[in-house]
């Protein structure tokens, strides 16, 4: 069985959860590097982000609820995603903005000016971001009855369903190319979208569990916090479908070998960011996937093998935009 359970499957819009394929890095001589390519989910919304909001959109509409506070950075994938798929569903935004260290308008802060306006957005000071939750839930509920509060990253169960049609596009890819991967590397933000992979492979390919290995690289956020919400959501998910507890997964942890403070980026990383846009064709984000490039990479390099590894290359390259000065083209 490749597919998840039936009463899951019922809550995704699978016309945005599409099947993505998978391709061989022509860097990669050996043959055994993957690369999953979620970034052509969509043009605008990066593409983890759309298997999300795949279940997070339905559950919305069928609460029907008209306004829908959401929260974030100034360079926020998830909220600039996020406004393109309400207003598609016109679900009005109510925006809680992180005030911006550098308030020059480019990338992501830009594409937020463009989508938002100016009665749709709180700018929230930096001093007052820890209370942003309940800042949102007041002000939303002020401004609307019918209201809803999607947390930071859209973490939560309602995208978690969305996040784990992963687990199925990936099989399928397996299947269609006669392959097992036994390393597959990820990137993690809140950890949702990895989180959703884990649970999606325990659920549908358990007998398989013993020959993977999932390998997460940290773009923000500690290994411990990982995997306390993965017991969580794994504890929840079991219990509200009924579902029987396979065996779990193992699961490693990586730091970004670049600028490893989240959001933060240096040469080193802009210099990575180009050569593999000359080396593999790809345009990837600093923030994320070039990161996590480089920390796949190194980690394949310092262990060689001949198993099958997969990347997922979860992005979007609008994430570039932000960086367009910091880019020297010509080194
Ligand atoms: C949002 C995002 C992530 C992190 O996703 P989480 O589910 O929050 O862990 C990773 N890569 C890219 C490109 C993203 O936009």
Not at 182 to 189: A, P, T
Not at 251 to 264: A, T, Y
Request: glycine content about 6%; charged content about 25%.
């Amino acid at each position: 069985m490749t597919a998840l359970p039936s009463q899951i499957r019922a809550r995704i819009d699978y016309r945005l959860a599409k099947h993505t394929r998978i391709h061989l890095l022509p860097t990669d001589s050996q043959g055994n590097l993957w690369i999953k390519r979620e970034d052509e989910l969509s043009a605008g919304i990066s593409g983890s982000k759309l298997r999300k909001y795949s279940s997070l959109v339905p559950f919305l509409k069928d609460s029907k609820v008209q306004t829908v506070g959401i929260i974030g950075g100034p360079n926020s994938n998830n909220l600039v995603g996020l406004i393109q798929i309400l207003r598609e569903n016109s679900i009005k935004p109510l925006a809680f903005i992180r005030e911006a260290a550098d308030q020059t308008v480019r990338g992501n802060s830009l594409f937020l000016n463009m989508l938002l306006s100016d009665d749709e957005k709180r700018i929230i000071s930096r001093d007052k971001w820890d209370s942003v939750l309940e800042i949102a839930k007041r002000e939303t509920e002020r401004v609307a009855s019918d209201c809803h509060i999607i947390e930071e990253g859209a973490f939560g169960m309602e995208a978690l369903w969305g996040a784990m049609t992963l687990a199925e596009s990936l099989l399928e890819n397996e299947g269609d190319n006669s392959i097992l991967f036994e390393k597959i590397y990820i990137d993690s933000g809140t950890g949702l979208s990895a989180i959703g992979l884990i649970l999606g492979l325990e659920l549908i390919d358990d007998k398989r569990a013993n020959d993977r290995e999932i390998i997460i690289t940290l773009i923000a956020g500690e290994e411990s916090e990982f995997l306390e919400k993965l017991a969580d959501l794994r504890t929840k998910l079991i219990a509200e479908n009924g579902l029987t507890k396979k065996s779990a997964l193992k699961l490693r942890f990586l730091k970004p070998v670049l600028s490893p403070k989240f959001g933060s980026v240096n040469k080193s990383l802009f210099d990575c960011c180009i050569s593999i846009a000359r080396d593999e064709g790809i345009l990837m984000d600093p923030t994320y996937s070039v990161k996590h490039y480089e920390t796949v990479r190194i980690d394949l390099r310092s262990s060689p093998s001949k198993e099958k590894a997969l990347f997922i290359f979860n992005g979007s390259p609008l994430g570039i935009l932000g960086f367009q000065e910091r880019l020297d083209i010509n080194p």
